[in-house]
């Protein structure tokens, strides 16, 4: 199974003011197509070439497969971030049983927004900040570089992705405020919805 770079589901400028046409063209049409480009390298010939992203992602880890972690991870971590977000998106009026159980896992809406923000914007160099499901509860988790919650034994319901190239054309250093405008205008509640149905 060959890495394709998705197409975009929505326009370049249909994030904006949030994310802009020209972060949006860098980091799908440059540092995307770099993972897809890499981690077909990393497969070619490889035990894991016919297997899921997912089962992939798990292998690479325990096999500390430095190229698959960090080029198949962030495939898999990008095909889902640009689900993530949508024009218009954010806020908090979440889908009933994700709702329900950010309030009964997480303390509440508030309490996910600032604990979200927070592993983001503590995380130390690259990385991502996480929504997963873990043992059948949600859970806000971060990971360095190309991991995903996969790789620890949780499911990804939602990811914000604190590699400089997604935030420093529009952000500069200002992590924690890109941080507030994805969650605030960006998330796709429904998209997370899906995954959370999905995961539980």
């Known amino acids: ?66 190229a698959l ?19 218009g998106g954010g ?9 329900k159980a950010v309030e009964s896992d997480l303390g509440g809406y508030d309490k996910f927004r600032a604990d979200f923000i ?3 914007a503590t995380q130390f160099g690259s990385g991502w900040a996480w929504l997963a499901v ?9 990971t360095p570089n190309g991991e995903n919650p996969l ?8 990811g914000c992705d604190v590699w400089e190239h997604s935030y420093y054309i529009d952000y500069r250093n200002a992590r924690p405020k890109y941080l507030e405008a994805f969650v605030d205008n960006l998330i796709n509640w429904d998209h997370v919805a899906e995954m959370y149905e999905a995961a539980v």
């Open 1 to 66: 199974m060959a890495l394709e770079l998705p197409n975009l589901p929505y326009d370049y400028d249909a994030l904006a003011p949030y994310m802009s046409r020209e972060t949006l063209e860098f980091h799908h049409d440059k540092h995307h197509q770099a993972y897809v480009t890499n981690g077909n390298k990393a497969l070619e010939g490889s035990a894991l070439a016919g297997k899921s992203l997912e089962e992939i992602c798990k292998a690479a880890y325990d096999e500390k497969n430095a």
């Open 69 to 87: 972690i960090n080029n198949v991870g962030q495939h898999y971590n990008h095909l889902h971030f640009w689900q993530w977000m949508k024009k």
């Open 91 to 99: 806020g908090k009026s979440l889908p009933g049983a994700l709702a």
């Open 118 to 120: 927070n592993a983001g």
């Open 134 to 142: 873990k043992n059948g509860k949600l859970e806000v988790m971060k």
């Open 151 to 158: 790789m620890h034994g949780a499911k990804p319901i939602l």
